[in-house]
């Protein structure tokens, strides 16, 4: 059994690798087998601890669990990461263990190259102002993620509820070569922006759908329970709104409540990644329509980067094997 740790994994997965192979993954159909199993525990403190594992099994070729750990306060209390995950894959003719993956570098890359799919798809090709909203440890991903998707893009903006970590985050990204700047009026910069990208925890929204400008395209990846929301009840209604699997529809606050109170019916869920990919279904029609698309993930998501991670790896190895 091999480890891929963090290292490795990023050096795999660059994003335009990995989108591509998620597009083209995105053209076949889901894992025969999958699921999402989410436990908790109630936290005095703010957002409950959770244990979340997804299971994916495609019958001949791979297994996979993933195991996610969320305890919100690690940081403060303990100074130790709050979300930390391990991926186990098996092979799928003989169910043995084949490979321990670093469950963290892997969540990065898979959910931002996730957005960054349905950014090449949905987004204006013109696109040249980014606003991140969130500054947490999968927000720089996001970033070079959708440069990677819209490489027009000149100005980056940096929003956080704590502003001195939008200004570390913005540090970050200059010394990785981009230019990006934090800033403290949210909706200011919200109705300046071509593409949205917001990955928070946030239980009340924060994101106006009144100020987003035409053309817009709004990529929501926090919210994962239905207590969370990102966005208000004025970005479903302006917005034309995708998913990346129509699952997502049935656990996030961005959709639980609003249906339930008639805001939108299922039938404004206009197409998944599944359906955009496969082209049966339209994408952006018009340059000054606005786009939303949830970022719900899933075990099939887990599925498709590992296996294609396992596979470069293994490809990279038997190429060092024969040329020594």
């Given at each position: 059994m091999e480890l891929i740790d963090a290292k490795r994994v990023h050096d795999l997965l660059d994003f335009e690798g990995l989108i591509a192979a998620l597009r083209?993954?995105?053209?076949?159909?889901?894992?025969?087998?999958?699921?999402?199993?989410?436990?908790?525990?109630?936290?005095?403190?703010?957002?409950?601890n959770n244990l979340i594992i997804l299971?994916?099994?495609?019958?001949?070729e791979g297994i996979l669990a993933k195991l996610v750990t969320v305890f919100p306060n690690n940081v403060a209390r303990h100074g130790v990461s709050n979300v930390n995950s391990i991926y186990?894959?098996?092979?799928?003719?003989?169910?043995?263990?084949?490979?321990?993956?670093d469950g963290e570098a892997m969540i990065f890359r898979k959910t931002s190259s996730d957005s960054a799919?349905?950014?090449?798809?949905?987004?204006?090709?013109?696109?040249?102002?980014?606003?991140?909203?969130?500054?947490?440890?999968?927000a720089p991903y996001l970033v070079q993620a959708h440069l990677t998707a819209r490489p027009r893009i000149k100005v980056v903006k940096i929003w956080n509820r704590t502003h001195e970590n939008a200004v570390?985050?913005?540090?970050?990204?200059?010394?990785?070569?981009?230019?990006?700047?934090?800033?403290?009026?949210?909706?200011?910069?919200?109705?300046?922006?071509?593409?949205?990208?917001?990955?928070?925890?946030?239980?009340?929204?924060?994101?106006?759908?009144?100020?987003?400008?035409?053309?817009?395209?709004?990529?929501?990846?926090?919210?994962?329970?239905?207590?969370?929301r990102e966005s208000d009840d004025e970005v479903l209604r302006r917005a034309t709104i995708f998913v990346d699997h129509r699952q997502t529809t049935e656990r996030s606050g961005e959709f639980v409540g609003p249906l339930e109170r008639g805001v939108i019916s299922s039938d404004d869920i206009k197409a998944d990644l599944f359906e955009l990919c496969q082209?049966?279904?339209?994408?952006?029609?018009?340059?000054?329509?606005?786009?939303?698309?949830?970022?719900?993930?899933?075990?099939?998501?887990?599925?498709?980067?590992?296996?294609?991670?396992?596979?470069?790896?293994?490809?990279?190895?038997?190429?060092?094997?024969c040329s020594s």
């Open positions: 083209k993954a995105h053209m076949g159909g889901m894992p025969k087998q999958s699921d999402r199993m989410m436990y908790s525990e109630a936290n005095p403190e703010g957002h409950p299971p994916a099994w495609e019958p001949h186990a894959f098996m092979n799928g003719e003989t169910g043995l263990f084949e490979t321990i993956i799919l349905g950014s090449t798809i949905l987004s204006r090709e013109d696109a040249e102002t980014f606003l991140m909203i969130g500054a947490g440890g999968l570390k985050l913005a540090h970050r990204l200059a010394d990785r070569g981009m230019t990006a700047s934090a800033v403290e009026d949210l909706d200011a910069a919200v109705a300046s922006a071509d593409i949205i990208s917001s990955a928070t925890m946030a239980t009340t929204p924060h994101l106006k759908g009144d100020l987003l400008k035409p053309g817009a395209h709004v990529d929501l990846v926090g919210s994962y329970t239905p207590q969370m082209n049966r279904a339209e994408g952006r029609r018009s340059a000054d329509e606005i786009t939303m698309m949830k970022n719900g993930g899933g075990s099939h998501m887990d599925y498709f980067v590992a296996k294609y991670l396992v596979d470069c790896h293994n490809e990279r190895e038997f190429s060092t094997t």
